[in-house]
């Protein structure tokens, strides 16, 4: 597959922010109608919402579709798990008593809760579930020709990432609006210092190190009534399937960014290492518990991630890039360049979660779509890319790593209560196949 696939179009992303899209006839309000986009009949038309994933990033995602629009509803629901849904429509209906529409009827549990979610006449769905189903859901998604907002990561292996890129493809011919969970790119002191980087303030980049180190997350006990796949479901993030593995579904956010800065094109290979010293035992199922990767890029342009989860250790979180003119770090509230042109952040800073979806939704008032697609695959797959040389120990290349045909999950179809599905054994380096 051709890597120039995977572009971002800054300047695009700017104009759109810029552009205000509507003009007056008559006294009245209308649409830009250069884009032949669903919904755009009517500028007060209440915009129907569904969430699918309602966890609580997906919780939370819904909550701030519902701040983002005056006239927006939440009016289905879908989760596997009864009571994940029913505590999300509680907490929801206290906040948006006016807003949370959701008929009994239109609370949908199961695997295939989400084509019925997608079926119920929404215009935009919210994707939150656990990534091993979001190249499933995105694909019906803009099948569908619905709105967007997918969370990150948006695949856990090669294959996933290769449906996503053509679900995104075919989203730009429907003209929809795809915003990613890539919450920093909606960050206004990370935008700000980001644009500075791209538009030659450091000069010549040299090389970026990422570093983000904590503990452990949380864990849930598992409970007699419960079957194997029921507990897997419910501890989703330590199967490397259904999660990615943790530098896959959290690390993401820090290889999004070193994409960012150089300005989101691809690597010609990887290194790296990996493994688990602290989750030995069988609850943390097979995924990693620390990883370290060198990415090479063209121009002799080297980035690094250091990344690990292991309890009682110290926590760090940051991006540093160093380039001919000068140093940019981002850390904590530090947020700063040195060298030629110094400079520091000294503005307010937003909710980017919030931000996210008052531009998905501003976007779709005004008929200009925003997609944030062809970043969010390259991001996706340069984690993944990672996780795979940590795993074998190999280097690869990007070609090799996006044409993998190893999947590491069972077939969507397959996911049943009773399915008993172990998942790849826990990876050794320099035994594990990963291509």
Known sequence: MNSN??????????????????????????????????????????????????????????????????????????????????????????????????????????????????????????????????????????????????????????????????????????????????????????????????????????????????GNLWYKERQPEWTDMEYKMRNWYYYNWLSGDFIVEMIVHSFDMMAWALGDQVPLRATGTGGRQARVDSKWGNIYDHFAVELEYANDVKAFNFCRQQTGTSSKNTVEIAGTKGKAFLGGNKTHITGEIPWEFTGEDNDPYQTQHDELFAAIRKGTPINDGEFMANSTMLAILSRMV?????????????????????APDAYHWDLVFNGPEVAIPGVTKVV
């Open 5 to 214: 696939y995977i572009k971002h179009d800054l300047m695009n992303r700017r104009s759109f922010i810029r552009s205000s899209g509507m003009v007056a006839v008559g006294g009245t309000a209308l649409m830009n109608l250069g884009f032949a986009t669903p919904l755009f009949g009517k500028q007060r038309e209440t915009l129907k919402v569904g969430l699918i994933g309602c966890g609580g990033r997906g919780t939370g995602a819904a909550n701030q579709a519902l701040k983002a629009d005056p006239n927006v509803e939440l009016v289905a629901m879908g989760d596997v798990f009864k009571d994940r849904l029913d505590e999300s429509y509680g907490n929801l209906v206290k906040i948006h008593p006016e807003k949370v529409k959701v008929k009994p009827e239109n609370r949908f549990v199961g695997f295939d809760a989400y084509k019925n979610v997608i079926a119920s006449g929404v215009d935009v769905v919210l994707l939150a579930a656990p990534p091993g189903f979001r190249p499933e859901h995105l694909e019906a998604s803009v099948a569908a020709g619905k709105h967007i907002f997918c969370e990150k990561p948006m695949a856990v292996d090669a294959p996933g990432v290769r449906r996503v890129m053509q679900a995104v493809k075919e989203s730009k011919t429907k003209n929809l609006s795809l915003v990613s969970g890539f919450t920093f790119r909606y960050d206004k002191r990370r935008r700000e210092l980001f644009s500075r980087v791209l538009d030659g303030q450091l000069g010549q980049i040299d090389m970026i190190t990422s570093t983000r180190n904590g």
């Open 390 to 410: 940590g795993y074998s120990g190999q280097t690869l290349t990007w070609e090799e790593a996006l044409n993998s045909n190893q999947s590491i999950g069972p």
